[in-house]
């Protein structure tokens, strides 16, 4: 079955980190582009980052030099690890490979 499954979501404090992980099932994980997006209430999902199966990596604005996108082929898993999370980072995060879309992990950063 090909599916995206993401964990690793939670409530944290402005400052703190978390890593949200996405194992991959169905397919040939390191032939493909890997994504993850977030999702604001009443807002369009938005890109987050991504990495190439050559690990080019390409960040939104708004996260570059506080998340690290990474991946473990062998494992078939992707990484974000999220580092001073603020209050906007609260929202839902996705795990993307081009049409397939994983659940969705609520991350919630407040004091």
């Known amino acids: 079955q090909v599916q995206l499954v993401e964990s690793g979501g939670g409530l944290v404090q402005p400052g703190e980190s978390l890593k949200l992980s996405c194992v991959a099932s169905?397919?040939?994980?390191?032939?493909?582009?890997m994504a993850w997006y977030r999702q604001f209430p009443g807002k369009q999902r938005e890109l987050v980052a991504r990495i190439s199966p050559h690990e080019t990596r390409t960040y939104a604005d708004s996260v570059v030099g506080r998340f690290f996108v990474y991946r473990h082929d062998a494992a078939s898993t992707v990484y974000l690890q999220m580092n001073d999370l603020k209050p906007e980072d609260t929202a839902v995060y996705y795990c993307?490979?081009?049409?397939?879309w994983g659940q969705g992990t609520q991350v919630t950063v407040s004091s």
């Open positions: 993307n490979r081009e049409d397939l």
């Open positions: 169905g397919f040939i994980f390191k032939l493909w582009e």
